[in-house]
């Protein structure tokens, strides 16, 4: 007998033994399910769509939409709903769960209002950026026979720290800055009002609310001349120390080397900690960002296609 129901208490151990089996690439834990699904501020039960077959959890589809604002003054998005994770375990596939599980998560946004759905770029709390295709060809082509289309391509990439010295040529570039007037360091406690501001303004909400969370503010790295006009960091999100960024430099001083400087001393910071290796999620290959990245090292590790499906 298959079901598919709303979430219920209880389900959580079932869940995260279906997934870590569904997604051995991908493993998750009780504690990230618990924080960042049942915990998140926007978790509506009706929406973690659960399949049960015979008794037994056998995969899930989650839909979810704002409830509360991603940062103070932003607005809810009130036509945009996010799946960002779903599966069936692999003794089940073929047999049309995976599009009964996305379809009801689909209905449940739809219900309330959502035109626009993304899989799965949710933030604060996504998976993965995007359908990883290499790992997930089948799911890429479900979503694709469900009307997504690709809207992005990002990478995630890492390299290692050992040996990293920061270049003779980066030393040089931050000696010209500062005697411009820029300097390099962590934000004293004063400074993290404007960095949370600049960071949410220029870039996104969700970084702003990065550095509101970060416990630490030594792992992170300004530049400033009479305001910030430059971050880096590490171990901002769930406390993964090797995890890069964010990290952003204010688009009027790009092409000044100020990039390079923070996300050299960055990694000086991190080896400085013992940690062996610097990894992030998200980035355009194409990009200046994706270039400066290549240039200090870093190599692609995965690709992702971030999909959007909109109604009609």
């Known amino acids: 007998m298959v079901t598919v129901r709303a979430f219920t208490a209880g389900d959580e151990t079932a869940l995260v033994d279906a997934w870590n089996r569904s997604m051995p690439g991908d493993p998750t834990t009780a504690v990230w399910l618990r924080d960042c699904v049942l915990l998140d501020p926007n978790f509506d039960p009706a929406g973690l769509r659960v399949a049960v077959v015979d008794g037994r959890v056998a995969g899930c589809a989650y839909g ?10 932003a607005d809810l998005e009130p036509d945009t709903g996010w799946i960002p994770f779903f599966f069936v375990v692999p003794e089940q596939r073929g047999r049309g769960l995976g599009r009964r599980l996305l379809g009801e998560a689909l209905e449940f946004l739809r219900q309330r209002g959502r035109t626009r759905v993304d899989f799965a770029s949710y933030t604060p709390h996504y998976v993965l950026p995007g359908v990883d295709v290499e790992l997930y060809p089948d799911g890429f082509g479900l979503l694709r026979g469900l009307g997504f289309e690709t809207r992005s391509s990002p990478v995630a990439m890492g390299r290692t720290l050992v040996g990293h010295v920061p270049p003779d040529e980066v030393g040089r570039l931050r000696a010209a800055r500062e005697s411009e007037g820029y300097v390099f360091r962590p934000p004293v406690d004063g400074e993290l009002p404007e ?3 600049f960071a949410a303004g220029a870039f996104n909400p969700d970084w702003g609310e990065a ?3 970060h416990a ?17 960091m590490f171990g901002a999100y769930r406390g993964i120390r090797e995890r890069f960024g964010p990290f952003g430099v204010d688009a009027g001083e790009r092409g000044t080397g100020l990039g390079r ?5 960055t990694m000086a910071r991190m080896r400085a900690e013992g940690l062996h290796s610097s990894w992030f999620l998200w980035a355009d290959e194409a990009s200046p960002a994706g270039h400066l990245y290549r240039k200090a090292g870093y190599e692609v590790t995965r690709r992702f296609q971030v999909m959007t499906r909109t109604a009609g």
């Open 195 to 197: 960095l949370i501001r």
């Open 216 to 232: 630490d503010p030594q792992r992170m790295v300004i530049a400033k001349k009479e305001c910030i006009v430059g971050f880096a």
């Open 211 to 213: 550095i509101r969370r």
């Open 64 to 73: 979810v939409r704002r409830l509360t604002p991603q940062a103070p003054g």
């Open 261 to 265: 400087i923070l996300l050299h001393l």
